[in-house]
Nanobody, 114 residues
């Protein structure tokens, strides 16, 4: 199983970014995919997830600003981040659980300047 997150970068507060997570080695369409983030010195936290049926849920801190979508044909999950705040700065990871085991992508860095 391989997950690769991309699309991070430097953006000003109030701006937007779209992250992408490409997955291989799994039956992509049947799995829930999660987005997590980890800021320096902080624990990794769940940003949100999207089910195989396309239902997404979000952490309270990003509700209304972030949205998750998936493209099963391209085997990708997207994290659209709008109205970014400096506190959104973190390394963002995508995650899948397969047969009871967690798999993580390498992460992509998002930096939001004030």
């Amino acid at each position: 199983v391989q997950l690769q997150a991309s699309g991070g970068g430097l953006v000003q507060a109030g701006g937007s970014l779209r992250l992408s997570c490409a997955a291989s080695g799994i039956n992509f369409s049947i799995h829930t995919i999660g987005w997590y983030r980890q800021a320096p010195g902080m624990q990794r936290e769940l940003v949100g997830s999207i089910s195989s049926g396309g239902s997404a849920n979000y952490a309270d801190s990003v509700l209304g600003r972030f949205s998750i979508s998936r493209d099963n044909i391209r085997r990708r999950v997207y994290l659209q981040m709008n109205s970014l705040k400096p506190e959104d700065s973190a390394v963002y990871y995508c995650n899948v659980v397969r047969q009871g085991r967690e798999f993580w992508g390498q992460g992509t860095l998002v930096t939001v300047s004030s």
